[in-house]
C-alpha cells in the first residue's frame, strides 16, 4: 500500500500550484480521500475531502473558493488545485485515504508548499 503526494514546491503569494496523491495497493475507488496540511508548530487540518465518486466535496472555510480538489479513479489520483495562495497557506500538505466501512485509512509522506516572496 502507497499514498504519495508530489507538486509542492516555492510559489509566491497569488501563485498557484497542482498536488497530486497517487495511490498504489489498494482499491482506490472505495476510499474517501482528503488532503490535511500541517504548519511547523500547528497541529494537522484538515484542507479537503472528497467522496469515493466524486460526487461530494468538502473544504476548510479558509480555503473555500481557492483550493479545489479532484479525483480520477481511472488513476487512482487525487489532486488539489490551489490558487490564490497565502503564505499561511505554507504548510506540508498530507493525502489520506479512508474507507468508512472497515474503517481504514493511510496516509502519505507529505510535500511541503512554501509561499513566500
Known amino acids: 500500500v502507497q499514498v504519495e503526494e508530489s507538486g509542492g514546491g516555492l510559489v509566491q503569494p497569488g501563485g498557484s500550484l497542482r498536488l497530486s496523491c497517487a495511490a498504489t495497493g489498494f482499491t482506490f475507488s472505495n476510499y474517501a480521500m482528503s488532503w490535511y496540511r500541517q504548519a511547523p508548530g500547528k497541529e494537522r487540518e484538515f484542507v479537503a475531502g472528497i467522496s469515493s465518486t466524486a460526487g461530494s466535496t468538502n473544504y476548510a472555510d479558509s480555503v473555500k473558493g481557492r483550493f479545489t480538489i479532484s479525483r480520477d479513479n481511472a488513476k487512482k489520483t487525487v489532486y488539489l488545485q490551489m490558487k490564490s495562495l497565502k503564505p499561511e497557506d505554507t504548510a506540508v500538505y498530507y493525502c489520506?485515504?479512508?474507507?468508512?466501512?472497515?474503517?481504514?485509512?493511510?496516509w502519505g509522506q507529505g510535500t511541503q508548499v512554501t509561499v513566500s516572496s
Open positions: 489520506k485515504a479512508r474507507w468508512g466501512l472497515i474503517n481504514r485509512e493511510y
